[in-house]
Every structure is written in C-alpha cells, then in structure tokens.
C-alpha cells in the first residue's frame, strides 16, 4: 500500500513489556526529558492518533507543549497543532474530553459503519466522525488521512492500536523507550497483544538508533524501505 501516510508508533514500555499497571492512575514510565522528545517528534508529524480507550483512560490533549516548537511549525506554513485522530469501535467518547476541547485543529473521529451515525449526531461539532466500513479498515483510515494532507501520521497507542498496526504491517518506523521498571502483572496492558506479527524479507525491521535518555534506553527500528 503506497498511498498512506508514513506511520511512526512511539511508545514507553518497562523492561517486561507492559505500558501501565492496572491501578487506577496512569504510570508514567517517561522521564520529563524523554516527554520533551516526544514532543519534538509531534512537531515534526501532521497528526497524531490513539485508540478511543486511551481518550476515556488518560484524557490526553495531545499537544505540541513547546511554544518554540509550535512558532517554527507556523513559520513554515503548518498548523501549531497536529490533527487529532482516534479510532472507536463502540462509540463511547465523550465530547467533554480534552482531546475535542482543546487545540485549533480538526479532530477526526474514524468509527465503524454501524457507529458512526449515531456517533456523529452526539459529538456535534466537537469532530468529524467517518465511517470507516464495516468492521473498521485501518488501510481506508490511512486512505482518508493522506487524501487530507496527512503524510507523517504519529501513533501513540494503546496497545489495542499498536497490535492493529503492527500485525497489519502498516507501521514504518517504531520508537521504543524502555523504562527500567518490571509490572509483573498479566492483568496490566502490555505494549503488544496477541496476533500474527507479519516476517515480511521485503520489510525488515532493522535498529537504526539507541540512545540513553538518563535511565531510560531508546530504541528507533526502521521497517521496510525508506518511505520518509
């Protein structure tokens, strides 16, 4: 599939490959240095995505934080903000959520044939929700989003969403932070779940970078060519 943006999958994961424990507040496996790397990877993308779950879990506003970063993308013609995208099966978001109340730019809503209807008389104007068939096709998602001038999509989870992107093959570059902590608790969520992970020879996956961030260890792999 060529006609789609570039997928980037950022994520923090501790060491036995879980992204949270299962208490009710969020562990933040990220250092305030690696955020600030985060960060400056939003400012070089056109959108950023995560699940609906992690929407009602986390309440993300899903912002470029650096004014700095944010003057230089104006400056070059681009919206401060990226373009917000989410993904949901059931339909269950609410429109008070920050990632509809804050920021300038278009919140895309991609939702199943059944669920996009009713969805988008509840959300109103707080997004735009598109049907994305029956049952809901990442490859018509990424379809839509490059049609809207989308070429560097940054998708940053849950694992829900990184086990669809993966196991599709539809990601071109992974950054994996690992944290030096173990969960140890299988009712955690983990940064994968089950599925078939394709071994494409076409699309190898290859460690182009590591980097230390204090205790905290980057791993960047490039998959397949060099799309971007």
């Known amino acids: 599939m060529s006609e789609r943006p570039y997928v980037l999958l950022s994520c923090a994961m501790s060491v036995d490959g879980y992204i949270d424990d299962a208490s009710p507040e969020r562990l933040r496996l990220s250092s305030p240095a690696d955020f600030d790397r985060v960060d400056g990877v939003r400012a070089g993308c056109d959108a950023i995505l995560v699940g609906a779950n992690t929407v009602r879990r986390d309440d993300p506003k899903l912002l470029i934080r650096s004014e700095t970063r944010r003057s230089k993308r104006i400056a070059r013609g681009a919206p401060g903000d990226l373009t917000k995208v989410t993904l949901t099966w059931s339909g269950d978001l609410d429109p008070a959520a920050r990632f509809f109340t804050t920021g300038e730019s278009p919140k895309l809503v991609y939702a199943p044939t059944a669920t996009a209807g009713p969805l988008a008389a509840r959300l109103g104007t707080a997004a735009e929700v598109i049907d994305a068939g029956e049952p809901l096709e990442l490859p018509v998602v990424l379809e839509d989003l490059v049609a809207r001038g989308v070429k560097r999509l ?4 849950g694992g829900g ?5 993966l196991t599709a093959g539809l990601v071109d570059e992974l950054q ?7 969960i140890g608790d299988p009712s955690a969520p983990r940064f994968v779940g089950s599925g078939v992970f394709p071994q494409d020879p076409a699309r190898p996956m290859r460690l182009e970078e590591i980097t230390r961030i204090g205790n905290l260890a980057l791993l960047r792999y490039v998959i397949g060519g060099s799309r971007g």
């Open 154 to 157: 940054m998708v940053e989870g």
């Open 161 to 165: 969403v990184h086990t669809r992107f």
């Open 176 to 182: 994996l932070v690992v944290a030096p902590f173990f």
